[in-house]
């Protein structure tokens, strides 16, 4: 193995957009591996990992090969037919080759290939220095960073995420000439910019760290995180409680900091009167800073800010702070007071005016459709239909808030306090108003890929019929995703649905919910449709409107099943990835798709019970008989009778067949009946050697066409139980 050296490579620039930097870190590590990879050099990389901080990229390799290995190469030339004469003699292109490779033509090989053979010239020479082929690999490693608005500064024609200031390039205790940006390669770093204004000098890679970690520059982002976990928890510990680190505001907090330093603050305890949704949203989002929370997980009055600083004292910090939030949380405070004083039900009437999209009408138009799915499907989930109607009637009131208004991310959490305050409702039982508020802050969930669903049967209720709804309504108007572009967000509604639906364990008929949101959403459209047609300024718009109303009224009298089954195929998309993300192999996942179940909380079952299945040793043989089956069947010419003849059974093997058919199917028919797919599959398993020796010892395609059918239909008795839960033809090679 050739001899190996440390490499740092470090870019140098002004502060780097804090939510791009851990990506442009390591795009430039990736880029730096894969130019040497490419190359040839070989790299010991032990635990290596992109390092940065807000003003550095930097890459450090543990082992860098000095050289390359010897190069190999063939150029190939002309095949022996044209190159030499009846002769043996070198033709023109033969001479020609060798000219340009220069050689003569007797040191040149010959090599075949499927053509025949021909001449080749093979060369060995050394590798290259590594200190040689660095530029080239830093310029690749530059270039392959994806900077979607790239900076230019001065009069210079490059650009990058921002300027670059400096740059280091050390292969062992060497600087290796270089550029980038026009700035050239040396040892001097740069280390905290108020904390330590003198160049650092890198003496070797190895030094690196610890030099930086010297002029006040924590350049491993690790070790700055681990940092500020311990100073926050310390000083909320300090403050009585403990701190709510969320993983976003940490990787943030990380990537704005190079020498991290806790600061505790606190703020005017009347402010807790305000939902702690809105004041932790202020803290996280606009400034960074870390909520303290008591042992119930209440917000308290304390919080902790991060300092780039190391101060002696850090009162004039900490009152920078507390001042900085103040005029947040006092705005968030009168919102929240003017919002109780006006109340859900006004907030609910200004729905009226706000256009939730052309064809569908308005907000309170789809507060409607949904109130009404609500109610139809409340009683299937337990739930009173009556207060699921109320809770949808109120679940975006909220949006014509000054809270969500100021905080987007408050919307339902903001209507959840609402209710529980607004008098309006206080002739509800405290329960039912408990559940009703709670039900319109789950009603988003799941938010986010990684969110729960909604924990209560109220709360279920309402997303489901808020998803039916925005889906039904987005294909009804034409809003069907293309490629990257969603808007309504439908892919991500009908994961919701389908989560909720499926880890929710309700048995709903998803098919006749869909019906029913189509013909809402359909309705809706021809009612807006019918307000164009009189509101058309023109002939032409008028014209326009007329179809646009022809063809929605079409669709909502005609048959809506095409309209439901093309709603049930999106929803059924979304579940390859959701199942494929839980390990289900495609083969297993398709055997249940093909089946089309009208429940996703019974295509769920299924889905676990088909991976019980698969694991059996006789599934494969048993996969593989049902496609053979099958395939049997569909080139039957003959009409294939409903029952089996036993007075037609000759053969030992079919006589054994059927009777193993007639008990497997007793034996399932209550296990199929509750849903206890596992017990179905597991006794159809034991069917496997009675296939196996009716396939060995019987011959189906008879030329007695009585024997014939019945066989057939045997067969297709034996495919239909086999098919009951899933179609395990898919799990067969």
């Known amino acids: 193995m050739s001899e190996q050296l440390p490499l740092l490579v470090e870019l140098g620039t002004e502060e780097l957009p804090v939510r791009a930097l851990p990506g442009l870190a390591l795009a430039f590590f990736d880029g730096v591996l894969a130019a040497l990879e490419r190359r040839g050099i070989a790299v010991e990389r032990g635990d290596a990992r992109p390092l940065y901080s807000p003003r550095r990229l930097a890459v450090l390799l543990p082992g860098v090969a000095v050289e390359q290995p010897e190069q190999s190469s063939e150029v190939f030339g002309p095949y022996v037919n044209v190159a030499l004469d009846a002769d043996g003699q070198p033709t023109r292109a033969l001479l020609g080759f060798a000219a340009k490779a220069g050689v003569e033509w007797t040191a040149l090989e010959r090599a075949t290939d499927a053509r025949g053979e021909r001449f080749v010239l093979r060369s060995v020479k050394p590798g290259a220095k590594t200190r ?205 007071v003017e919002d109780m004083k006006q109340g859900l039900e006004s907030m609910n009437a200004g729905l009226a005016t706000v256009t939730y999209q052309a064809k569908l009408g308005t907000v309170a138009d789809k507060v409607a459709r949904v109130a009404a799915l609500a109610e139809a499907i409340a009683p299937q989930a337990g739930v009173d239909p009556a207060l699921a109607r109320r809770a949808a009637q109120l679940s975006k009131a909220d949006l014509q808030s000054r809270l969500v208004n100021e905080f987007p991310e408050l919307q339902g959490i903001a209507g959840r306090h609402y209710a529980m305050q607004d008098a309006a409702l206080a002739d509800l039982p405290h329960a039912q108003r408990v559940a009703l508020a709670n039900a319109i802050d789950e009603a988003w969930q799941p938010r986010f890929a990684a969110d729960a669903i909604a924990p209560s049967p109220l709360g279920r209720v309402l997303a489901i019929a808020e998803r039916l709804d925005t889906l039904a309504g987005g294909f009804a108007a034409g809003l069907k995703p293309t490629g990257n572009k969603d808007p309504f967000a439908l892919r991500r509604n009908a994961l919701g649905l389908a989560r909720t639906l499926i880890e929710g364990g309700l048995d709903f008929d998803l098919r006749d919910h869909l019906l029913r949101a189509r013909r809402a959403a359909l309705s809706a459209c021809v009612a807006n449709a019918e307000k164009a047609v009189g509101d058309a300024k023109g002939e032409k718009e008028a014209a326009s409107a007329r179809k646009a109303l022809e063809e929605f009224t079409a669709l909502r009298d005609g048959d809506a099943s095409s309209g439901v089954e093309e709603l049930y195929d999106f929803i059924l998309e979304r579940l390859r990835g959701y199942y494929a993300d839980k390990g289900v192999p495609v083969q297993q996942f398709n055997a249940v798709a093909a089946m089309r179940p009208a429940s996703l909380a019974d295509f769920d079952r299924r889905i676990a019970a088909i991976g019980h299945f698969a694991a059996l040793p006789e599934a494969e043989a048993l996969a593989a008989a049902n496609k053979r089956i099958g395939n049997i069947l569909r080139k039957a010419e003959d009409p294939i009778p409903e029952s089996v003849d036993r007075a037609l059974l000759r053969e030992s093997a079919e006589l054994a067949l059927a009777a193993a058919v007639d008990a497997a199917i007793a034996d399932t028919d209550g296990a199929l009946a509750r849903g206890d797919y596992v017990a179905v599959l597991g006794r159809l398993a034991a069917l496997r050697p009675q296939v196996d020796a009716f396939f060995d010892a019987v011959m189906v395609n008879a030329e007695d066409p009585d024997l014939r059918r019945n066989r057939l239909a045997l067969l297709k008795r034996l495919s239909a139980r086999l098919g009951s839960v899933a179609a395990i033809e898919h799990l067969s090679a």
């Open 132 to 336: 040689d082929l660095l530029p080239e690999v830093l310029a690749e490693a530059i270039a392959a960073i994806p900077i979607p608005r790239p900076m230019r500064w001065g009069n210079h024609d490059y650009a990058f995420a921002r300027p670059v200031l400096w740059l280091v390039l050390l292969l062992g205790q060497d600087v290796v000439e270089a550029e980038a940006f026009g700035v050239r390669a040396d040892r001097f770093s740069r280390g905290h910019r108020f904390l330590h204004e003198r160049p650092v000098w890198i003496s070797t890679p190895a030094d690196y760290v610890d030099a930086l970690r010297g002029a006040k520059v924590l350049v491993d982002p690790d070790e700055r995180r681990a940092r500020i976990v311990e100073q926050v928890e310390a000083a909320a510990a300090a403050a009585g409680g403990r701190a709510r680190i969320d993983a976003d505001n940490l990787d943030q907090v990380v990537c704005l900091n190079e020498w991290p330093r806790a600061v505790s603050c606190a703020f005017d305890e009347e402010f807790l009167a305000v939902p702690q949704e809105a004041l932790v949203a202020t803290m996280e989002a606009n400034q960074k800073f870390f909520p303290v929370l008591d042992a119930e997980g209440r917000l308290t009055s304390h919080f902790i800010g991060i300092a780039n600083i190391d101060p002696r004292d850090d009162g004039e910090i900490r009152k920078g702070y507390e001042r900085v939030i103040r005029p947040r949380f006092a705005d968030a405070k009168f919102f929240f």
